[in-house]
């Protein structure tokens, strides 16, 4: 049996959109009869090496070995639960010292007290540079853009031991990468993990969905707007929007707001929901809707998973009108609208009445995680 060894600065359990995609992943290598191994830093309170939690927190059964590896570092994910956190220069700064400082002793740790494995994988560029510094075989899952990543890449690059995943068409081009390394790159969007669904599932007319984070870095995503455009054109008498997702403050803050509206029969807002309960709500659901704002990195490289969740559910897709959204696949079947604009969005929903054509997808499997992983094992391994 094969190893991964998936080395990566994230820390677990989480409700974040990357941490689900990297148990999806693991769960799937699992399956695929890779033996895995997971290490990651305990800068959290919330942290967990016990899998039984993270069984419990990310709804999977699949067995594999899990290391929380020390972290006494000044940039901690609890720094984040600031209300009035925002990611200034002192904090990225901050953050880049950390990550670097503990991918550095995280690589000398696992390559000195553990037999090498077959593969290592990675979202840290820091951990992919101290890697292809010493000739591992290493998976480098590109996911954002940034100048100190554009130089790590293409130092690690150097390596023939290096290969690059991006979730995005774009990436590929943003970092220019010299074509003579083309045999070590390849594009795999996210998907969806095919076990969470269920057969038959009745929809609910009308019902719109929202899945994911409603604030980052405590700004606002564009829910508000969605909210506040059902007083609009009287949406709230033909439509439901149900909100999967965000934390504790932030779904306060849409309740008020949703009360204030007097929209409380029209919009709810449940927080954060196991995987399961999440796919059934998306399910049961006739639109999904997909939101980001500009002036995020994730406006331009982003492949976000519930895409892939709503495309699965067959549903009617409406996103606000960024790079990222128009490069996922299939894309020419999504009404897009304007960002910031009231109008613009009702102008979609009106539109997607006038969609009738058949929303399910023969070949839907081809955008399953276990395709993806599967891909993966041929890239790498």
Not at 28 to 56: A, D, G, M, Q, T
Not at 305 to 331: M, N, Q, T
Request: hydrophobic share 35%.
């Amino acid at each position: 049996m094969k190893k991964l060894f998936y080395l990566t600065y994230q820390t677990f359990p989480a409700n974040t959109a990357n941490t689900i995609q990297t148990i999806a992943n693991i769960k799937y290598f699992v399956r695929n009869s890779l033996e895995v191994k997971l290490f990651f830093p305990i800068r959290s309170n919330e942290s967990s090496s016990e899998i039984k939690n993270l069984k419990k927190f990310y709804d999977f059964n699949e067995e594999f070995e899990v290391y929380g590896l020390d972290h006494p570092l000044p940039f901690g994910k609890n720094s984040r639960k600031d209300p009035n956190f925002t990611l200034s220069k002192y904090n990225k700064l901050l953050f880049l010292y950390s990550h670097m400082i503990w991918s550095l002793k995280a690589v000398n740790y696992v390559l000195k007290n553990f037999d090498k494995p077959d593969i290592f994988f990675t979202r840290s560029d820091w951990v992919l540079f101290f890697l292809s510094l010493k000739k591992q075989n290493v998976i480098f899952e590109c996911h954002q853009y940034s100048k100190i990543r554009n130089i790590l890449i293409k130092l690690s690059l150097r390596s023939d031991n290096t290969k690059i995943i991006f979730v995005n068409n774009q990436l590929p081009n943003t970092f220019k990468i010299n074509k003579k390394n083309n045999d070590k790159l390849i594009v795999l969007h996210n998907g969806f993990e095919e076990d969470l669904f269920e057969k038959n599932v009745k929809k609910i007319k009308n019902q719109i969905v929202f899945s994911g984070n409603i604030s980052r870095f405590s700004k606002d995503r564009g829910v508000n707007l969605i909210i506040n455009s059902f007083q609009k054109n009287n949406l709230y008498i033909n439509y439901n929007l149900k909100i999967i997702g965000g934390e504790k403050k932030d779904v306060e803050k849409l309740d008020k707001l949703i009360k204030k509206l007097s929209m409380e029969k029209s919009i709810e807002t449940f927080g954060n929901l196991r995987r399961k309960e999440t796919i059934r709500h998306i399910q049961e659901s006739d639109i999904g809707l997909l939101i980001n704002s500009s002036d995020s990195d994730s406006s331009i490289h982003t492949s976000p998973l519930k895409y892939f969740e709503y495309l699965k559910s067959g549903l009617k897709i409406i996103a606000v009108d960024l790079p990222a959204h128009r490069a996922l696949p299939l894309s020419e079947n999504i009404i897009f609208y304007k960002e910031n604009n009231i109008d613009s969005f009702i102008s979609a929903i009106v539109k997607l009445e006038d969609q009738k054509k058949d929303r399910d997808i023969a070949d839907i499997n081809k955008y399953s995680v276990n395709t993806r992983v599967k891909r993966i094992i041929e890239f790498g391994l």
